[in-house]
């Protein structure tokens, strides 16, 4: 049996699973925690690195092993390597007014999509440069280097040889294109004052080289010669590790929704809605994000004063559309369409529907028709969406399982819960081990799958209450 590993840096932990190169069965795992905060000095990742790896059993008996990572992010080097300062995470919104800046003096949101198929928002790392520059300019002086959290720990496990990424993490830059497969140094210079040097982008397979083969090896018990994949973002490697193929969207409901297709073709949205960013297998990954996601249920269930599962069981008991009754679930602004002051409404309210089962599928259905508009953002930038594959902690409710198709249109497949983000990450180790010219196919284990016919009525409804207020 011949093992990999992969590795899940995200916001809150690192997940480390050693995994069977043929069938993808996981074998061992290991985990630990990451400090709370926007802000976090890089050695704590590695550090986590160190105890996850520790107790996942240790690497040395693997073959390959590849870094998947929170997304966008800003992880500052100077001359010698050492960091900056700390790193500032995707979800530190601080630099929202560079963004804006930045947006104006390219010309606008047309002028940005142009350039890279996005248009920066605070979690792009263009944005955070221009803050730095303005907030901390001795700090934007000594900045030699610019890298992501992916890039960065692969770097330290090949013992800080050559800083690399892929098209999957590039993309979410800010400064690099997935449609040309370049970045835009000008576009840097713009944000930061001046062009640092930035991480090679490798292929899907291409490797940095191996643990310990620079001139800084590991310093935590990880045996040198062990294969590094090119790694890549968190949502990147979800896709992989659902093995998402073109006509697939993933939807996560998780704290805020993403909803993410794998395509063949390049997105350039000018409104912003859509997110032109590349996947992990040479394809690109358009994204649209919604704040409100299973944080819609938790309300739900919190004003009722039920848990998830009677919640679910509210929500099937009550019609389709749940006799007229609407919400509209926008409790923290909403960013897919651009309301950042809006907040939740219901209409419809009448004595017929003034029971807990009818509000029950009143926020199940508004959930779902807000993640609905990501679709519609989707298919609106020429993407192709033949079926759903529903993720994150809402997926666990049997409510969301068997209304989403009926909602969002399209056949639903619910895969069996797991760490995908690691699975993904494990997969392009296997894959990059292999060279084969496609990723490993691995058996799905257990997914379940829901049809419904659709209700475009409850769609309706929805859009038309949507814009009042």
Not at 135 to 161: F, K, M, N, Q, Y
Not at 396 to 406: D, F, G, K, L, Q
Request: hydrophobic share 40%.
């Amino acid at each position: 049996m011949t093992l990999v590993a992969g590795v899940d840096s995200s916001t809150q932990s690192c997940k480390v699973l050693v995994v069977d190169a043929d069938t993808g069965a996981v074998v061992r795992s290991g985990r630990a925690p990451h400090p709370d905060g926007t802000e976090v000095h890089p050695d704590a990742w590695w550090a986590a690195l160190d105890r996850a790896v520790r107790a996942a059993g240790g690497l040395d008996d693997c073959a390959a092993v590849a870094v998947a990572a929170q997304q966008h992010g800003m992880v500052c080097l100077d001359d010698s390597g050492d960091v900056v300062r700390p790193a500032l995470l995707w979800n530190d919104t601080r630099s929202a007014d560079a963004a804006r800046d930045l947006v104006a003096e390219l010309g606008g949101p047309a002028a940005w999509a142009d350039a890279v198929g996005s248009v920066p928002v605070a979690s792009f790392t263009v944005t955070k440069l221009r803050w730095l520059a303005e907030h901390e300019p001795a700090a934007a002086r000594r900045t030699a280097a610019v890298c992501l959290p992916h890039d960065w720990l692969t770097w330290r496990l090949g013992g800080r040889a050559e800083l690399t990424t892929d098209r999957g993490d590039a993309s979410g830059t800010g400064y690099y294109s997935a449609a040309t497969g370049g970045y835009r140094p000008d576009l840097v210079a713009l944000a930061l004052g001046h062009v640092p040097a930035l991480p090679r982008v490798l292929g899907p397979t291409g490797s940095p080289g191996y643990t310990g083969s620079g001139p800084f090896p590991p310093e935590f018990l990880l045996r040198p010669g062990i294969l590094l994949g090119p790694g890549t973002g968190d949502n990147a490697a979800a896709a992989l590790g659902l093995g998402a193929r073109p006509g697939d969207v993933v939807v996560s409901i998780g704290t805020s929704g993403t909803a993410f297709a794998v395509s063949d073709t390049p997105t350039a949205d000018p409104s912003g809605a859509v997110a032109g960013f590349a996947d992990a297998t040479g394809r690109h990954l358009p994204l649209v994000c919604t704040l409100n996601a299973a944080r819609v249920l938790d309300a739900a269930g919190t004003l009722l004063g039920v848990d998830h599962t009677t919640l679910s069981d509210l929500a099937l008991s009550a019609p389709p559309g749940a006799g007229g009754l609407v919400l509209v679930p926008y409790l923290e602004g909403e960013r897919t369409p651009d309301r950042p002051h809006a907040t939740g409404t219901v209409h419809g309210l009448t004595l017929a529907t003034a029971t807990p089962a009818h509000l029950g599928r009143a926020a199940v259905e508004g959930m779902l028709c807000g993640l609905a508009d990501a679709l519609d953002a989707l298919v609106g930038c020429g993407v192709r969406v033949d079926r759903v594959l529903l993720t994150g902690g809402g997926a666990a409710s049997e409510a969301v399982r068997r209304i989403a198709p009926a909602v969002l249109g399209r056949p639903v497949v619910v895969p069996t819960p797991g760490e995908y983000v690691a699975v993904g990450a494990a997969r392009q180790a296997a894959w990059t081990l292999s060279g084969a010219p496609a990723a490993p196919s691995w058996p799905d284990h257990g997914s379940r799958h829901y049809e419904a016919d659709p209700t475009p009525d409850v769609r309706h409804r929805y859009a038309g209450v949507r814009d009042l207020g």
